[in-house]
T-cell receptor, first 118, second 112 residues
Framework: NAGVTQTPKFRVLKTGQSMTLLCAQD?????MYWYRQDPGMGLRLIHYSVGEGTTAKGEVPDGYNVSRLKKQNFLLGLESAAPSQTSVYFC?????????????????FGPGTRLTVL | LAKTTQPISMDSYEGQEVNITCSHN???????ITWYQQFPSQGPRFIIQ???TKVTNEVASLFIPADRKSSTLSLPRVSLSDTAVYYCLVSFRGGGYNKLIFGAGTRLAVHP
């Protein structure tokens, strides 16, 4: 199993350009997520999906769009890139479950995409 | 939302036990706590997860007091390879609702 893969690994954009980041998982996970990580800020959730065809906003969704047309893929789009979107983007997937009546979850992360917007 | 607070950095030496505490004062009834480890240029990796009391696996222990307003990750006998950033995550998932709050992380440096 490849686990969670992300494409591309690096990208440099000019302000105003658009691009799509691709996340793919081969673990048949229902849930998928996109995070951004900035120095000293930890991970912040951008958007997530609880199943094929569904998406929802996370903590910092502005300037991003997502789509989950296939269960194994989760796409993150930047329609008009801005320097503030320079960051490392991580995709993750998980399989929700229960333990003792409580919801449990383990996220598996991809290797990240380093994006620079000039 | 349940905000989490962790120490920014910690130092230790090989062979010592390391305890990293995460504060989550506003944790809700159904929130559970997960810890992740991240090495440079890699995505975070799951370490341990718990809801209350103590959980132990092959790499760490997680202590959660009765009021659940904090949790402590315990790494026994650390080695140089444990040098990484450790994140506390408080999350609730029920009925499709997701609430995921990562702490800013604790940078652990293990010295020879």
């Amino acid at each position: 199993n490849a686990g969670v893969t992300q494409t591309p690994k690096f990208r440099v954009l000019k302000t105003g350009q658009s691009m799509t980041l691709l996340c793919a998982q081969d673990m048949n996970h229902e849930y998928m997520y996109w995070y951004r990580q900035d120095p000293g800020m930890g991970l912040r959730l951008i958007h997530y999906s609880v199943g094929e065809g569904t998406t929802a906003k996370g903590e910092v969704p502005d300037g991003y769009n997502v789509s989950r047309l296939k269960k194994q893929n989760f796409l993150l789009g930047l329609e008009s890139a801005a320097p503030s979107q320079t960051s490392v983007y991580f995709c993750a997937s998980s399989f929700p479950g229960t333990s003792g009546g409580r919801y449990t979850d383990t996220q598996y992360f991809g290797p990240g995409t380093r994006l620079t917007v000039l | 939302l349940a905000k989490t607070t962790q120490p920014i950095s910690m130092d230790s030496y090989e062979g010592q036990e390391v305890n990293i505490t995460c504060s989550h004062n506003n944790i809700a009834t159904n929130d559970y706590i997960t810890w992740y480890q991240q090495f440079p240029s890699q995505g975070p990796r799951f370490i341990i997860q718990g809801y209350k009391t103590k959980v132990t696996n092959e790499v760490a222990s997680l202590f959660i007091p009765a009021d659940r307003k904090s949790s402590t990750l315990s790494l026994p006998r650390v080695s140089l390879s444990d040098t990484a950033v450790y994140y506390c995550l408080v999350s609730f998932r029920g009925g499709g609702y997701n609430k995921l709050i990562f702490g800013a992380g604790t940078r652990l440096a293990v010295h020879p």
